[in-house]
């Protein structure tokens, strides 16, 4: 360094390039930058002057964040630590010969802007510093970034952030508390332990958390397991936390400071996510009752039951603060000493620590205690090497880079049994040392284990208790269901559809029995056959709807969708194809009757049209089954509760559909096919409904089995597919509204033939049971004759009232025409005076005016028309 004005230019240059490494913590860079530049014009006329001071004392200087408001406030306890380190390293006579340590110390308030104003205050006010104390990452990411430019080491007693490990970087940093990085392997650890292999990360926006979270999704990476979301929040986790409930994260990695700690466990309440279905993983450093204090300062509306039930049950990692062993340290005290004398001056400075009141940086406070030994100790050693060359530690200036290299040197080499355990240091600077993993049992932690990162050696005590008596799952188990119709319901539909086949066996038996009677010929009975085998199929294709997952596998499930479709529209086809064949052909025989009365029906017009019917079908089946055959289609509904367990499990149930690609193309191909032949026939039916004719005598019948047939499709189809979802009722809707068509066809078509043979087995005149077969071939013929003579009658009658209304409007022209004559004889007439009503009395009347030849001759054709029509009638 050639000046101090060069030196501040480098400071600026140095942190401006380092302003994207340092991240979130470092929103206040300007401030920062302003305070450097400020500071080193202020302390440029100073720092060069000697240093100050009595001889025999050694300065170091200390930042300890205390006073502020977020972040880490750990100074309160590790500043008074420090200070019993110092009285202890003083009063020993081997260490430090001639020389008193002496703290020169001020308020970071873990703000990195406030702590570079700290810093330099250091710096430029005499006495001289030899080395630098910090805490709080934030803080000493500024300040040991800046400290090597004056070439001092920078010795942190609470700074866990991995970015302090980059040796590049931060050249002069030591520290005595672990790495956060420390904490992830452990966590990889218990994941692998407990099963876990689905997690969530919540963060607080601050660079030692987004360094840790950096690392540990590299971690979970290479041990499989899965980041489900990784939620980051400034202050307010509400946002966040709820995410997290969205994401349904049951393992959840929490890093942030413990101000932030409290609102967090509070929105965990009020989100429910405690308890027996999650586990919380929070930082080791907070103090035992960190979620019962300060809740009102800080604004959490939370109560302290509530917040303990939140953190019941959660587990924490930190690096070994405290020494496990009672054994005498460096300083000639255990652990339980420090501790007892720690209280004692933290009950002197007004904590109640009596009521385990712990102030913020008690479990750190033995860190700090260490960081004064090892800057003792490591100031011990240098003054050992630096005798040799005729040298102390009082000839240290912030350009004398040979001393500074040799404090490096010798703190880089210490190792001491201090009273938070093994103090050494990794090549980064790091501290080495094990992990404690802890739950919260009972409002207490409770110690769980040990972790040893560089031996991968996991000590566990089995103490470890978990709400509901067992490890809490990585996610919510989720038991697919398969819904299938309920088997009473099929069962039920079955045997009815039983009953339906043998009674349409029975009515074929009946049919082929009895096909030389008079009554069962006239009805056609092949067509009959082909109804009853109609009948049958569709009724065998109601078992098939109701068979599904139950009985088959997936793999023989679209045999079954392909066997439902052929069967149902087949049979639907050949029964209702029957029927309207005879309804047609009686609609062309009534139309036809008067040019051929006593024309037959041929049957093969019948089967030709059913066959015509089946064809079409036929063309359309084959080319669903070949271009887009129906496939098993899985409809999955919202996760539902499990009835009778407790056990972190959800329901998803599913329900099976027979669907091809293009679904909805071919179901209007058959439902518009099915529709058209539906419409035409209740149109014939109806056309039809009192027509009766010999050559078929069940006309009517069929006609009225067509109308419920109609009906019962139009309704079933619609529904069927708006309640498709539910499979029982669906289920029930479509096979009751096929078995009542089918039972409706036979009853309406069969019973009446089966009375009629019953009731004459010798095959006498049939009975009011079958009127349309009461007709004999002599009344059909008289029949015929008199209808023929009715509609001469009717031609001649239209012609006779055409041939009245014509002389009836010549008697009105000429009885006019008469009318204006006299009135041109005699003077005008009153208005009205002449007759002009239609009736024949009047135009008798009006004819008076007429010469006698004209009256007399209109007379007699009105006479002889009159006299036509009572001979005709």
């Known amino acids: 360094m050639c000046s101090w004005g060069g030196d501040c230019v480098s400071v600026l240059v140095l942190l401006g390039t380092g302003k994207a490494q340092v991240g979130n913590d470092m929103t206040s860079d300007g401030a920062v930058t302003f305070w450097i530049f400020l500071l080193c014009l202020i302390a440029s006329p100073h720092l060069q002057g000697g240093v100050a001071g009595r001889p025999d004392e050694l300065h170091i200087g200390g930042i300890f964040p205390i006073a502020g408001k977020g972040g880490w406030q750990g100074g309160q306890a590790c500043m008074p630590a420090a200070r019993l380190a ?18 020169h110390s001020n308020d970071s308030e873990c703000e990195p802007g406030l702590g570079a104003s700290v810093m330099y205050n250091l710096l430029y006010n005499k006495p001289q510093k030899l080395m630098l104390l910090a805490g709080c990452s934030t803080v000493c990411t500024t300040v040991a970034e800046a400290a090597k430019m004056w070439n001092l080491i920078v010795l942190c007693y609470g700074a866990s952030s991995p970015a302090l490990s980059d ?6 940093l030591f520290r005595t508390h672990p790495s956060a990085t420390v904490h992830n392997p452990t966590r990889i650890k218990l994941m692998k332990k407990f099963g876990w292999s689905r997690v969530a990360i919540l963060q607080q926006a601050e660079e030692v958390f987004i360094s840790t979270v950096e690392d540990l999704e590299n971690r979970c990476m290479e041990a499989g397991v899965e980041i489900v979301t990784r939620q980051s929040f400034l202050s307010d986790p509400t946002d966040a936390v709820r995410n997290l409930r969205r994401q349904d994260a049951r393992i959840i990695v929490g890093l942030f400071y413990v101000v932030a700690a409290r609102r967090v466990l509070c929105e965990m309440y009020k989100q429910q996510l405690y308890g027996r279905a999650h586990v919380w993983f929070f930082i080791g450093w907070y103090e035992d009752n960190w979620y019962e204090v300060n809740l009102k300062a800080e604004g959490i509306t939370c109560t302290v039951e509530q917040m303990r039930i939140a953190a019941e049950g959660h587990l924490t990692t930190e690096a070994l603060m405290w020494n496990q062993n009672n054994q005498t340290t460096i300083s000639g005290m255990t652990a339980e000493e420090f501790r007892h004398r720690l209280n004692q001056a933290l009950i002197e400075e007004g904590y109640d620590i009596n009521h385990d009141r712990y102030p913020e940086g008690y479990q750190e406070a033995p860190l700090a205690y260490d960081a004064v030994w090892s800057v ?31 404090i490096y040197a010798a703190m880089n080499s210490t190792q001491f049994l201090g009273v938070s355990g093994v103090v050494a240091f990794s090549s980064q600077g790091d501290r080495i040392a094990l992990t404690q993993i802890e739950q919260m049992i009972d409002g207490k932690y409770e110690k769980l284990g040990y972790y040893d990162t560089q031996l991968d050696n996991l000590s566990w005590l089995n103490t470890e208790q978990w709400i509901g008596g067992k490890v809490p799952q990585d996610r919510t188990i989720v038991t697919h269901v398969l819904r299938t119709v309920s088997l009473p319901l ?3 539909m079955c045997t009815i559809s039983s009953c339906g086949i043998f009674v349409a066996f029975a009515l074929i038996i009946f049919n082929i029995w009895n096909k030389h009677r008079r009554v069962i010929q006239s009805s056609h009975p092949v067509c009959n056959t082909i109804m009853l085998f109609g009948v049958i199929i569709c009724l065998i294709s109601v078992i098939l709807l109701g068979i599904d997952g139950r009985f088959v596998s997936p793999e023989e499930y679209p045999q079954i969708c392909q066997a439902r479709a052929w069967l149902l529209s087949t049979g639907f086809t050949l029964a209702y194809g029957a029927m309207f064949s005879k309804v047609w052909r009686v ?36 080319s669903w089954q070949i271009f887009d055959p129906l496939q098993r289609y899985l409809e999955t509904f919202p996760l539902e509760d499990p009835v009778s367990t407790t056990d972190d499990i959800k329901i998803r149930p599913e329900l099976e559909h027979c669907e091809s690609q293009r679904n909805s193309m071919w179901l209007g191909l058959v439902y518009g096919f099915k529709g058209l032949i539906l419409v035409f026939g209740l149109f014939l039916a109806y056309e039809t409904r009192s027509i009766k004719v010999k050559q078929i005598n069940d006309s009517r019948y069929v006609g009225m089995s067509i109308y419920n047939v109609v009906v019962l499709c139009l309704i079933t189809a619609p529904v069927g597919m708006v309640i498709a979802s539910q499979q029982d009722a669906s289920f029930a809707f479509v096979a009751l509204a096929v078995i009542f068509c089918c039972f ?29 077969s009461a007709i004999s071939k002599e009344d059909e013929e008289r029949y015929q004759k008199i209808v023929t003579e ?5 031609r001649l009658i239209t012609q006779k009232e055409e041939k009245i209304r014509v002389l009836r ?8 025409a008469k009318g204006t004559e006299l009135n041109g004889a005699t003077g005008a007439a009153p208005a009205g005076a002449v007759a002009t009503t239609s009736q024949p009395a009047s135009l008798i009347n009006s004819s008076a005016h007429a010469t006698p030849a004209a009256t007399l001759a209109i007379t007699q054709e009105i006479l002889a028309l009159f006299v036509g029509i009572d001979t005709i009638d």
């Open 86 to 103: 110092l009285d202890d390293v003083n009063k020993q006579p081997n260490l430090l010969p001639g020389f008193k340590l002496i703290l």
């Open 167 to 172: 040796r590049k970087r931060f050249p002069t």
């Open 376 to 406: 003792a100790l490591a100031f011990n050693k240098t003054m050992e090497r630096l005798t040799s060359g005729k040298k102390s530690l009082r000839d240290f200036t912030y350009t004398d880079k040979e001393i500074a290299d040799e």
């Open 490 to 492: 099929f069962v039920c």
């Open 587 to 622: 609609h062309r025989f009534t139309t036809k009757a008067k040019t051929d009365p006593k024309k037959k029906v041929e049957p093969w017009k019948l089967y030709t049209m059913v066959s015509g019917l089946l064809s079409i079908d036929l063309v359309i089946l084959l």
């Open 744 to 772: 409706l066809s036979m009853l309406l078509i069969f019973v009446p033939k089966v009375i009629e043979v019953i009731r004459h087995p010798k095959d006498k005149a049939e009975s009011k049971y079958n009127p349309d």
């Open 790 to 794: 009715n509609e001469e009658l009717q």
């Open 809 to 816: 409007q010549r008697l009105v022209e000429r009885g006019d």
